[in-house]
């Protein structure tokens, strides 16, 4: 199966960049990559999600390797409520029709203000 | 528009018991995801029902069911609880199936401790 890996932990100071990154090596051709946040006891919220193309929004951008081994997380400018822990997920099939969402442990990002 | 909600949000069982938490999605959401959340394992997929059936599923004993009504609430079993089952279980609803749709709107969660 296809895993994430994520560093345990960053920090940033308010209304600087933030790339946050996630290597899957093993991802296959098919495999969304999705990232979700989740804010001190709430539950997970979307952020982003892309195939092969780097994708914006109004929250932020995510960068695909051209192998798409790994992804980039990009908040441009980082503010006190961003501090979450970032997840970075594959979504994608598994073994006949079955499909999984696999997780990474996730980065905790610290903001300073 | 309301969003997901999950009860009860806290409950203490002891081993050997079986527990049955609800979780109602978002007005027309017709797919609703279970997940298990643990400090050691962090956040795991545990199945999907869409329309009523199980469309998709985790790496879970089948000591986790779940089922999907007609109104599209969902409820998810746990029978023969072990200590190991202590975590928070998140709920969360979409449009469409996992398989399809890109956004999930999460519950906040119930927090089982199994004594």
């Known amino acids: 199966d296809a895993k994430t890996t994520q560093p345990n932990s960053m920090e940033s100071n308010e209304e600087e960049p933030v790339h946050l990154p996630c290597n899957h090596s093993t991802i296959s051709g098919t495999d969304y990559i999705h990232w979700y946040r989740q804010l001190p006891s709430q539950g997970p919220e979307y952020v982003i999600h892309g195939l092969t193309s780097n994708v914006n929004n109004r929250m932020a951008s995510l960068a695909i390797a051209e192998d798409r081994k790994s992804s980039t997380l990009i908040l441009h400018r980082a503010t006190l409520r961003d501090a979450a822990v970032y997840y970075c997920i594959l979504r994608g099939r598994s073994g006949g029709s079955n499909y999984k969402l696999t997780f990474g442990k996730g980065t905790l990002l610290t903001v300073n203000p | 528009k309301a969003g997901v909600t999950q009860t009860p949000r806290y409950l203490i069982k002891t081993r050997g018991q079986q527990v049955t938490l609800s979780c109602s999605p978002i007005?027309?959401?017709?797919?609703v995801s279970w997940y298990q959340q643990t400090p050691g394992q962090g956040l795991q997929f545990l199945f999907e029902?869409?329309?009523?059936?199980?469309?998709n599923k985790g790496n879970f004993p089948g000591r986790f069911s779940g089922r999907q009504f007609s109104n599209s609430r969902s409820e998810m079993n746990v029978s023969t609880l072990e200590l190991g089952d202590s975590a928070l279980y998140l709920c969360a609803s979409s449009l469409e199936t996992v398989e399809t749709y890109n956004e999930q709107f999460f519950g906040p969660g119930t927090r089982l401790t199994v004594l």
């Open positions: 029902y869409f329309s009523e059936t199980q469309r």
């Open positions: 007005s027309g959401h017709r797919s």
